[in-house]
C-alpha cells in the first residue's frame, strides 16, 4: 500500500496468519458458518491484526476480492452456460457414453485425466476445468456417482500443465527471470507431465475416489429432465468443447511466440487474435456457438432457450462468492508485507540455489496463497545467485521448474484455486484439505524430486 511501511517482523506476521487460517477453519468446520462469511470476516480481523491502515482497510478488501472475481466470474459463469447447453442438448451424456466405450469403465479416469492433460497444454486451470467439468459429472454419473474418483485426476492434470508447462504464465515468468532456455523448460515440462501426473493425480485420484464417495453436485452438470431427445453426434460435441481451447491457444500460443522474438506482439493481427483467444472472450465466443449449435440449430428457440441459459448461473453463484471471498484473504495477507518479510528471513538460508529456491517459493505460497506472487518472488531472489553461479542450461531449466514446484505446495484456506475445486465438485472444506490439498502438496514434492533428478543429470 502506498505510503504505509509494515512494522511487525516476520515472526508476528506469520503468527497472525497462522491464527486467521486456524480461525477460518474452527468457524467453518466446527461451528459451521458459511465459508462467505467466514472469510470476509476473518479478512477484516486480519487487516486490522497486521496493522493496515484503517483507511485502507475496505479498499484492500474490495480490490483483493475484485481481482479475483474480475478473472474467476466470467470464467465460472460462462463456463456454466457452455456446460448447461452441452448438458442439456444430451451432448455431456453422448460423449460420457463414447469414452466410457473407449477407455472401458475400469480406465475411464484415465481416460478423463489424459484428455485434461491434453488440454491443459493451451488452457489455464480454472478455464480448463470449467470447461471439462460437464463431461466429468455425465461420465461420474454413469459410471457410479462418485465425483471425486473422476474429478480429482482431471482437476491434477490441468494443475501440472499450469504449473509446470510454458506457455502458462508461472514458468514463463520464472523462465524470465532466471534467464532460462524456455524452449528447453518447454520440453522437459512436458516429458515430467505425465508421469508427474500419473503418480500424484491419476493414482491418488483413484485413492481418495475409494476413501470419498461424493455424489455429483448439482451444478451445471445436473440431471436436465427436459433435455432434447435427438442429442447432437459426439464430433459436434468435441468441436464445440474444443473451440475455447483452439481460441485460447491463440492467445498462449502467440504470447510463447512472442517471446521467443517470432512474432511482433505490437501488430495489429497479432493483438486482435490475443484478445480473441483470451479465456472470458474465447468462452464467450463458445457459449454463443453452442446456443446457435445445440439450441437454435435443433429447434428450441426464445424464452426456453434462454431459461436454460440462465438456469446455469444460480447454482454457481456460491462457487463464484466464496471464491472472490478466498481471493480477499490472500490478498489481505500479501498487502500486510507477509511475502516481504518472509523473502528476507529466507535469503540468507545458506541453502543449495535450487532447493532454496523451492524452500522460499514453498513457504510463500503457505503463507500468502498466491502461486504466481510464490514464483516470481521466490524467483526475483533467487535470480542472481544462479546468475553469478557456474550452472549448466540445464540445471538453469530445473531450478527454474523446481521453484514453479514449490509455488504450487499444499493449496488451502488462502488461495482461491482451493475454494473454486471444492465448490465446483461440492466438497466441505475438511473434505477438500484431505484430498485436494495433500494433492497439492504431492505435485510439489514430487516435482521438485524430479527437478533434482535433472539437475543431477545436468
Not at 275 to 293: D, E, H, K, N
Amino acid at each position: 500500500m502506498e505510503g504505509w511501511t509494515q512494522t511487525l517482523g516476520a515472526g508476528a506476521l506469520l503468527g497472525i496468519a497462522a491464527a486467521a487460517i486456524a480461525l477460518i477453519l474452527v468457524l467453518v468446520i466446527v461451528f459451521k458458518m458459511h465459508a462467505f462469511l467466514t472469510l470476509v470476516l476473518v479478512s477484516l480481523i486480519t487487516a486490522f491484526a497486521t496493522g493496515i491502515p484503517v483507511a485502507g482497510i475496505v479498499p484492500t478488501l474490495i480490490s483483493a476480492f475484485g481481482q479475483t472475481l474480475g478473472s474467476v466470474a466470467l470464467l465460472i459463469g460462462l463456463g456454466a452456460m457452455l456446460g448447461k447447453m452441452v448438458e442439456h442438448s444430451g451432448g455431456a451424456r453422448i460423449l460420457a457414453e463414447k469414452m466410457v466405450d473407449v477407455f472401458g469403465e475400469k480406465r475411464a479416469p484415465f481416460g478423463l485425466g489424459l484428455a485434461s492433460l491434453i488440454m491443459g497444454f493451451p488452457i489455464f486451470f480454472d478455464a480448463g476445468l470449467v470447461v471439462m467439468l460437464p463431461i466429468i459429472f455425465a461420465v461420474a454419473r454413469r459410471l457410479g456417482n462418485n465425483v471425486l474418483l473422476f474429478g480429482m485426476p482431471a482437476a491434477a492434470a490441468f494443475s501440472v500443465m499450469h504449473v509446470f508447462v510454458p506457455p502458462h504464465p508461472g514458468p514463463v515468468a520464472a523462465t524470465e527471470l532466471y534467464g532460462a532456455n524456455i524452449g528447453l523448460v518447454l520440453l522437459v515440462g512436458v516429458i515430467m507431465a505425465f508421469p508427474l501426473w500419473y503418480l500424484t493425480g491419476y493414482l491418488w485420484g483413484l485413492y481418495v475416489g475409494r476413501r470419498y464417495i461424493l455424489p455429483v453436485p448439482a451444478l451445471f452438470g445436473s440431471v436436465d429432465e427436459d433435455r432434447q431427445v435427438n442429442p447432437p453426434g459426439v464430433g459436434t460435441v468435441i468441436a464445440i468443447l474444443l473451440l475455447p481451447l483452439l481460441l485460447i491457444f491463440l492467445n498462449t500460443g502467440l504470447d510463447f511466440l512472442d517471446t521467443a522474438g517470432a512474432v511482433d506482439g505490437d501488430a495489429t493481427w497479432v493483438q486482435v487474435l490475443s484478445t480473441l483467444g483470451t479465456a472470458p472472450v474465447a468462452l464467450l465466443i463458445s457459449v454463443l456457438v453452442a446456443i446457435f449449435v445445440l439450441g437454435n440449430r435443433r429447434g428450441e428457440h426464445g424464452t426456453a432457450l434462454e431459461k436454460v441459459v440462465d438456469s446455469a448461473l444460480g447454482p454457481v453463484c456460491s462457487v463464484i462468492l466464496i471464491t472472490g471471498a478466498g481471493g480477499m484473504f490472500g490478498g489481505v495477507l500479501r498487502t500486510s508485507g507477509i511475502g516481504d518479510a518472509l523473502s528476507d528471513s529466507l535469503a540468507d538460508i545458506g541453502l543449495p540455489v535450487i532447493v532454496a529456491a523451492y524452500v522460499i517459493a514453498l513457504v510463500l505460497r503457505v503463507a500468502q496463497g498466491s502461486a504466481t506472487v510464490a514464483l516470481v518472488t521466490a524467483a526475483g531472489l533467487m535470480a542472481p545467485a544462479v546468475a553469478a553461479g557456474d550452472y549448466s542450461v540445464l540445471q538453469i531449466v530445473a531450478i527454474t521448474l523446481a521453484t514453479a514446484a514449490g509455488s504450487v505446495f499444499a493449496s488451502h484456506v488462502n488461495d482461491s484455486g482451493f475454494w473454486l475445486v471444492g465448490r465446483l465438485m461440492g466438497m466441505d472444506v475438511k473434505t477438500t484439505l484431505k484430498t485436494w490439498t495433500v494433492q497439492q502438496a504431492l505435485e510439489s514434492v514430487v516435482g521438485f524430486l524430479f527437478t533434482l533428478v535433472i539437475f543431477w543429470i545436468g
